[in-house]
């Protein structure tokens, strides 16, 4: 199997700057796996909280994740900004796979990078749903 190589940065669509935080360290001195996804998630609902098409506490439509995944390429530790990108790599009719590269700031080469995906469903029921026409239109912005 191919090792795959870290993204660029010209490959994103839009970018957020994560500041590390202490406790984001693990006992190895280097940033623990574990928060990098949370770097992915910040990045994605940020983007659609700041746009008005995600209502984190009334709105009738939410995504779930349902897969996840993160390749390491090199590490980072704090104190450090992350600069976080994202893009939609498929815009289904009631899912998203957003993919996430993360980069240390100013350098080009990615030192981590994965995708979500996110099912879009009815928050009373789970069931899910045709993405928001709002919802889409903000997600297209991010297609390569």
Same mark, same amino acid.
């Given at each position: 199997?191919?090792? #795959? #190589?870290?993204?660029?940065?010209?490959? $994103?669509?839009?970018?957020?700057?994560?500041?590390?935080?202490?406790?984001?360290?693990? %006992? $190895?001195?280097?940033?623990?796996?574990? #928060? $990098?996804?949370?770097?992915?998630?910040?990045?994605?609902?940020?983007?659609?909280?700041?746009?008005? @098409?995600?209502? %984190?506490?009334?709105? /009738? @439509?939410?995504?779930?994740?349902? /897969?996840?995944?993160?390749?390491? &390429?090199?590490?980072?530790? &704090?104190? !450090?900004? +992350?600069?976080?990108? %994202?893009?939609?790599?498929?815009?289904?009719?009631?899912?998203?796979?957003? /993919? +996430?590269?993360? &980069?240390?700031?100013?350098? /080009?080469? !990615? +030192?981590? #990078?994965?995708?979500?995906?996110? @099912?879009?469903?009815?928050?009373?029921?789970?069931?899910?749903?045709?993405?928001?026409?709002?919802?889409?239109?903000?997600?297209?912005?991010? @297609?390569?």
């Amino acid at each position: 199997m191919d090792r #795959q #190589q870290p993204a660029e940065r010209g490959d $994103y669509r839009h970018f957020l700057t994560i500041t590390t935080r202490w406790m984001d360290n693990d %006992i $190895y001195g280097h940033i623990n796996n574990v #928060q $990098y996804y949370s770097y992915f998630d910040t990045v994605i609902n940020r983007f659609l909280i700041d746009r008005g @098409v995600l209502d %984190i506490h009334d709105g /009738e @439509v939410i995504g779930l994740a349902v /897969e996840s995944h993160c390749n390491y &390429f090199s590490s980072a530790a &704090f104190p !450090a900004d +992350i600069e976080s990108g %994202i893009r939609v790599a498929h815009l289904g009719r009631s899912s998203v796979r957003y /993919e +996430i590269g993360l &980069f240390i700031e100013g350098r /080009e080469r !990615a +030192i981590a #990078q994965g995708h979500f995906v996110h @099912v879009y469903v009815d928050r009373l029921n789970n069931h899910p749903v045709n993405l928001p026409d709002d919802l889409r239109l903000v997600l297209a912005t991010l @297609v390569p």
